[in-house]
Nanobody, 122 residues
Framework: QVQLVESGGGSVQAGGSLRLSCAASGYTYSSYCMGWFRQAPGKGREWVAV???????AYADSVKGRFTCSKDNAKNTLYLQINSLKPDDTAMYYC????????????????WGQGTQVTVSS
């Protein structure tokens, strides 16, 4: 059974940092492109970052320089380090997986997690 379980969300003040984690199980984790998405209240889901099976990364323009996506293949865990948080970063954050990063960035995933909430106050 495939599972993606996010953790690490919380309520922080603007300027703070968080590290989100996504523990994966039930599939060949290392061969998939992994990514992070977020959905703010009343808005559509947007991709935030992806990391390929080779470790290459890509980021949405809105988060470049503040978000860092990484993974630990030995632990089957994906991470998202978020620095200099802004109120606009308030959203539910989801991890997802697909065999190709291009398809994942378009919002299509083989697997989705349940999400972890990030709330940033000014």
């Amino acid at each position: 059974q495939v599972q993606l379980v996010e953790s690490g969300g919380g309520s922080v003040q603007a300027g703070g940092s968080l590290r989100l984690s996504c523990a994966a199980s039930g599939y060949t984790y290392s061969s998939y492109c992994m990514g992070w998405f977020r959905q703010a209240p009343g808005k559509g889901r947007e991709w935030v970052a992806v990391i390929g099976s080779d470790g290459s990364t890509a980021y949405a323009d809105s988060v470049k320089g503040r978000f860092t996506c990484s993974k630990d293949n030995a632990k089957n865990t994906l991470y998202l380090q978020i620095n200099s948080l802004k109120p606009d970063d308030t959203a539910m954050y989801y991890c997802a997986a697909h065999t190709t990063c291009g398809t994942l960035k378009a919002g299509y995933a083989n697997y989705w997690g349940q999400g972890t909430q990030v709330t940033v106050s000014s």
